[in-house]
């Protein structure tokens, strides 16, 4: 079984401001790792994805993250945040292997920026 | 290129009565995923199905709920007899099979908002 922790529900950020949305996981086994944005009364829009490889996962819309077997964590960031990148992110993790292909989600981030 | 289709995208109902959630995946996609989103909350899993098949149903409640992917037309979740405790959103993901690119990535629809007076 994994679980997600979203560690801020609400995170409030000055527009061309740095932010960082964090993200712990727990599972015993090998694991997948996303970032969704949900923006008011739409779906969720991947925002990028750790498979293996390199750590460091640049996405869509300047967001980053960085994944650390060590800690468990997979935080996502931006360097500069726009009004437009208020919404709510979702951590997600799914397991590597077998048929367990389902989402397990933190309880989310509302990140909104204000001007 | 379409993306996952839900309809209808509000839905009220009062309790006791029948909801239909419909979820057209994206062409080419043989695996569907249903979540619930409760307010204030994350989204949980309910049930993974492929073409005629539940694969896990490990999410959904034990009674009133079921969910069908037909080899022709969307898939259905079902919730029978209402309570007001149903209200949520509702979201169906897509995913292609293995070995095509994106197999372990989800793609979502814009969800189904259900209402239960």
């Known amino acids: 079984a994994q679980s997600v922790t979203q560690l801020d529900s609400q995170v409030p950020v000055f527009e061309e401001a740095p932010v960082e949305l964090r993200c712990n996981y727990s599972s015993s086994v090998s694991v997948y790792l996303f970032w969704y944005v949900q923006y008011p009364n739409q779906g969720l829009q991947l925002l990028l994805k750790?498979?293996?490889?390199?750590?460091l996962v640049k996405g869509i819309n300047g967001f980053e993250a960085e994944f650390n077997k060590s800690q468990t964590s997979f935080h996502l960031r931006k360097p500069s945040v726009h009004i437009s990148d208020t919404a709510e992110y979702f951590c997600?993790?799914?397991?590597?292997?077998?048929?367990?292909?389902?989402?397990?989600f933190g309880s989310g981030t509302q990140l909104t920026v204000l001007p | 290129n379409a993306g996952v289709m839900q309809n209808p995208r509000h839905l009220v109902r009062r309790r006791g009565q029948e909801a239909r959630l419909r979820c057209s995946p994206m062409?080419?996609?043989?695996?569907v995923y249903w979540y619930r989103q409760l307010p204030e909350e994350g989204l949980k899993f309910m049930v993974y199905?492929?073409?005629?098949?539940?694969?896990?149903e490990s999410g959904m409640p034990k009674e009133r709920f079921s969910a069908e992917f037909p080899k022709e037309g969307p898939s259905i979740l079902r919730i029978q007899q209402v309570v007001r405790g149903d209200s949520a959103a509702y979201f169906c993901a897509s995913s292609p099979t293995y070995p095509l690119v994106s197999y372990n990535e989800q793609f979502f629809g814009p969800g189904t908002r259900l209402t239960v007076l």
């Open positions: 997600a993790v799914s397991d590597q292997s077998g048929s367990a292909r389902q989402l397990t």
């Open positions: 750790y498979l293996s490889g390199s750590t």
């Open positions: 199905l492929q073409k005629e098949n539940i694969i896990d």
């Open positions: 062409k080419g996609h043989s695996h």
